[in-house]
């Protein structure tokens, strides 16, 4: 009997092995599903974390001090005012401007333009003008026969803005205002440009 109940017992036991294994299987299933949940759940966070922080980099966001390098400009602005083709290759105002870089390198001074849209008339040109003396410019130069006329009747009004007038017409004896010069167009205008920006910062004391 007791070999009979031993037969039986050991004939079971491959079948109680077999439920307990798929038991075993079952749970590690469970448990593998929930820690893929959760790395999932960690991956996305990472993810987002990740993205948060490429958006503040291209933001401009800045966690560290201040680039010692960074230029550092005076509070002196030096305005262009140009034609309709504005800084194009080739024109007087290029060259303008291309003495203002050279300025600004030299004296920190702050320099813009602003061109003359729709027709180059005075009557248009006037109020593009207007708005560069808003800015309190130190320096203006007017480029072009319209914008140079405009600039000059502005000179009278505003006696502590030197302004530079490029039309290839005018002389200095056309303009006797002592904030005036009359610059041709040349190699030599880009010169002439700096000049007068690089001596109105030195009187402006900046």
């Keep these: ?3 009979r109940r031993g037969w039986r017992a050991n004939k079971k036991a491959p079948e109680n092995r077999y439920r307990l294994g798929l038991l075993r299987a079952m749970t590690a299933a469970a448990r593998l599903s ?3 949940r959760a790395w999932i759940a ?3 966070v990472v993810l987002v974390a990740v993205a948060v922080g490429a958006g503040v980099h291209l933001a401009g966001r800045q966690d560290g ?5 960074a230029r550092q400009y005076k509070e002196f602005d030096a305005c262009l005012l140009t ?3 504005g800084i194009a290759q080739g024109t007087d105002a290029a060259s303008a401007w291309q003495g203002m870089q050279r300025a600004s390198l030299q004296t920190r001074a702050r320099i813009n333009y ?3 849209t729709g027709a180059q008339s005075s009557a248009n040109t006037q109020p593009f003008l207007n708005s560069l003396m808003q800015r309190h410019c130190g320096v203006l130069i007017a480029v072009g026969t319209p914008q140079a006329r405009v600039a000059h009747e ?4 505003h006696p502590e803005v030197r302004f530079v007038l490029v039309d290839g ?35 402006s004391g900046q």
């Design 34 to 36: 929930r820690d893929r």
């Design 154 to 157: 502005a000179a009278a009004k």
């Design 83 to 85: 034609g309709d083709k």
């Design 42 to 44: 960690a991956g996305a």
């Design 169 to 203: 017409a005018s002389s200095a004896a056309d303009h006797k205002a002592g904030n005036v010069t009359v610059a041709k167009p040349g190699d030599a205008l880009p010169e002439t440009v700096a000049d007068a920006i690089k001596r109105a910062v030195d009187a």
């Design 114 to 116: 602003v061109p003359v």
């Design 65 to 69: 001090p201040p680039d010692t390098r």
């Design 1 to 3: 009997m007791k070999t």
